[in-house]
């Protein structure tokens, strides 16, 4: 079946621009995760969201980030007044619950490139 | 200091070579033990997780937990380069799934 889609695979913008990061999750999985992935680290956690609502958004680094998953299915990561240290490949995966031990599958990223 | 410690490398090796990748971490609260597999320009990829303490054998990849130590590994036998990759150890806790990651051990399987 078809795995964990994120778009657009790249993006390139001007600093202080607004972004949106989209990502489509496995279907029937509950549970969407959002992490972030600067050059030679490991990912680091931004948001979670159980069905519609944020359980966790702790790793959200300031309020120009932003996540919404109206529908419970489909999200949008948003960055307003994007900064140079804004880039990096974002990250988003699914699991069918959102406790310990289930599984998450990634999707390829976003890489974010903000000149 | 970060909650898991991860050595970067890189780290190459002869096909064939044992492999031994390790993290440590600070948080006696983690519960799930997890390895991934990340190729370039791709997200990562389960290869194995441990629950508690213990070890877990799949095919080549044998993962320990020792919680006593904090301290987790998984190990490559037989190692091709095909397993040439970013290994990257990640914890989570009982009640969330949110994953804590080490920055990731590169790795080079050279034929």
């Known amino acids: 079946g078809a795995g964990v889609s994120q778009t657009p695979s790249n993006k390139v913008t001007e600093k202080g621009k607004y972004v949106e990061l989209r990502c489509d999750p496995i279907s029937g999985h509950t549970a969407l995760y959002w992490y972030r992935q600067s050059l030679g680290q490991g990912p680091e956690f931004l948001i979670y969201?159980?069905?519609?609502?944020?359980?966790?958004d702790s790793g959200l680094p300031n309020d120009r980030f932003f996540a919404v998953r109206p529908e419970g299915s489909v999200s949008t990561l948003k960055i307003q007044r994007t900064e140079r240290g804004d880039s990096a490949v974002y990250l988003c995966?699914?699991?069918?619950?959102?406790?310990?031990?289930?599984?998450?599958?990634f999707g390829p990223g976003t890489r974010l490139t903000v000149t | 200091q970060k909650e898991v410690e991860q050595d970067p490398g890189p780290l190459s090796v002869p096909e064939g070579a044992i492999v031994s990748l390790n993290c440590t971490y600070s948080?006696?609260?983690?519960?799930?033990f997890m390895w991934y597999r990340q190729y370039s320009r791709k997200g990562p990829e389960l290869l194995m997780y441990?629950?508690?303490?213990g070890n877990k054998e799949d095919g080549r990849f044998t993962a320990q937990v020792d919680k006593s130590s904090k301290y987790i590994s998984l190990f490559i036998r037989d190692s091709q380069p095909s397993d040439s990759a970013t290994y990257l150890c990640?914890?989570?806790?009982?009640?969330?799934?949110?994953?804590?990651f080490g920055q990731g051990t590169t790795l080079q399987v050279k034929p």
């Open positions: 995966a699914s699991s069918l619950g959102a406790t310990g031990g289930n599984e998450q599958y």
């Open positions: 969201f159980q069905g519609t609502g944020a359980a966790d």
């Open positions: 990640a914890m989570s806790f009982q009640r969330t799934g949110k994953l804590i």
């Open positions: 441990t629950y508690s303490s």
């Open positions: 948080n006696s609260a983690f519960q799930y």
